[in-house]
Every structure is written in structure tokens, then in C-alpha cells.
T-cell receptor, first 114, second 114 residues
Framework: TQLLEQSPQFLSIQEGENLTVYCNSS?????LQWYRQEPGEGPVLLVT?????EVKKLKRLTFQFGDARKDSSLHITAAQPGDTGLYLC??????????????FGTGTLLAVQP | DTEVTQTPKHLVMGMTNKKSLKCEQH?????MYWYKQKAKKPPELMFV???????INESVPSRFSPECPNSSLLNLHLHALQPEDSALYLC?????????????FGPGTRLTVT
């Protein structure tokens, strides 16, 4: 059982369309992050959300943290081919001190066709 | 400089070979990480070094041996690997080990075991 389930797993859309990616869990988190990984590169941090209900915008990307801090969504408006990549949500798992670690969701692979 | 560099970019090795992956950062980060990533899957944490000491080993087989010679350098020594070890190996770093947020990832080493 995965701690963070993302949906959809794969998404192929045309340029200009809108889309939403979801990250769900049964656990409560103090904060949540979204990363994007382009082909041939490592993941790059997009945003960190920390407050239940929080909404953050990054150009055409809108991130929301659920009120109960168990889930999050990423909405992309007017998708462009440059948005193509693997989108990953991630949360901090507290093991204590130097054993704290980041755990990634199952991932959503997005392909935007020109 | 917000860059994490990894060498080599690609590596093909036989099951009897010994090879090493190298990772370097000059951001003054005191935590460094090794992740393994299979195609279209999220990164899986392997090892964490905090202040040059191994703080997390996620039950990784002993054929993978990490080393942190100094605060800027992280190595992963490989010996007697199996074909199922073929994957993208990502290195990352973050400023504070106790709060492994805002991890900066390198582009990865694509490893193929024949």
C-alpha cells in the first residue's frame, strides 16, 4: 500500500487543454511538496504547501492543499508541451532528527502534444 | 551555484564489474541522498548522509556501498550487481539534514547491468 496515491497515473492531452492531478492519502501531513521531473533530468521542486486549504499559484500552475491536510491537487491551465514530465507529490516522514526523510507519491506522467 | 552534478551520465556494467557513481555539490548542503528510480516510477530512497555520516540505509543490498568523503562529495560503489539493478540513480542534497525539504537533484546516472 502506497502512502501517497496519485491520479491519474498517465495523462496525454493536447496543447491548450486544462488538467488536474491529484495526490491522496489517509494520513495527515504537516506539509506537502510538488516536484516535476522532465525527461533525462532529476526532479525539480515546484512548491511547498503547509496550511490546510492553502492555494498557491506558479504561473499557469495552481496547487491546493486539502483542508484536512490529507490530499492535494495540481491544476494546469492551458497546458504547453514544456509541461510534459513526471509530476510527483512528496511528504516529510518524521523518523526523528537525521532520520527524517522525503517520501514520493506514485507519480503522474503527463504528455502534452503540440 | 544551485547545481548537483553526477558522473557518469550513462554506465553499462557486467555483473562481475566494480564501478562507482559520483555526486558533487558546492551549495554548502549538509545532507546528501541516493535514490533509485525505475522508468515512470517515483524515486526510492536508498541512503542518507547527514554531516558526512550515514543516517539512513533503507535496507539496501550490500552490493551497493555508499561513501561520503567530504561535505561536497558523495559516491556510490557498485559490485556484483544484478540486471534488476538497472535504473536511474539520482543524487540529491539539502541544506539541513533534520529537515530534508527543498532537495536539489542531480540529472542522474543511467545504469544498465548486463
Amino acid at each position: 500500500t502506497q502512502l501517497l496515491e496519485q491520479s491519474p497515473q498517465f495523462l496525454s492531452i493536447q496543447e491548450g487543454e486544462n488538467l488536474t492531478v491529484y495526490c491522496n492519502s489517509s494520513s495527515v501531513f504537516s506539509s506537502l511538496q510538488w516536484y516535476r521531473q522532465e525527461p533525462g533530468e532529476g526532479p525539480v521542486l515546484l512548491v511547498t504547501v503547509v496550511t490546510g486549504g492553502e492555494v498557491k499559484k506558479l504561473k499557469r500552475l495552481t496547487f491546493q492543499f486539502g483542508d484536512a491536510r490529507k490530499d492535494s491537487s495540481l491544476h494546469i491551465t492551458a497546458a504547453q508541451p514544456g509541461d510534459t514530465g513526471l509530476y510527483l507529490c512528496a511528504v516529510l516522514i518524521l523518523g526523528g532528527g537525521a532520520t527524517n526523510k522525503l517520501i514520493f507519491g506514485t507519480g503522474t506522467l503527463l504528455a502534452v502534444q503540440p | 551555484d544551485t547545481e548537483v552534478t553526477q558522473t557518469p551520465k550513462h554506465l553499462v556494467m557486467g555483473m562481475t564489474n566494480k564501478k562507482s557513481l559520483k555526486c558533487e555539490q558546492h551549495m554548502g548542503h549538509r545532507a546528501m541522498y541516493w535514490y533509485k528510480q525505475k522508468a515512470k516510477k517515483p524515486p526510492e530512497l536508498m541512503f542518507v548522509y547527514s554531516y558526512e555520516k550515514l543516517s539512513i540505509n533503507e535496507s539496501v543490498p550490500s552490493r551497493f556501498s555508499p561513501e561520503c568523503p567530504n561535505s561536497s562529495l558523495l559516491n556510490l560503489h557498485l559490485h556484483a550487481l544484478q540486471p534488476e539493478d538497472s535504473a536511474l540513480y539520482l543524487c540529491a542534497s539539502s541544506l539541513r539534514p533534520h529537515v530534508p525539504y527543498e532537495q536539489y537533484f542531480g540529472p542522474g546516472t543511467r545504469l544498465t547491468v548486463t
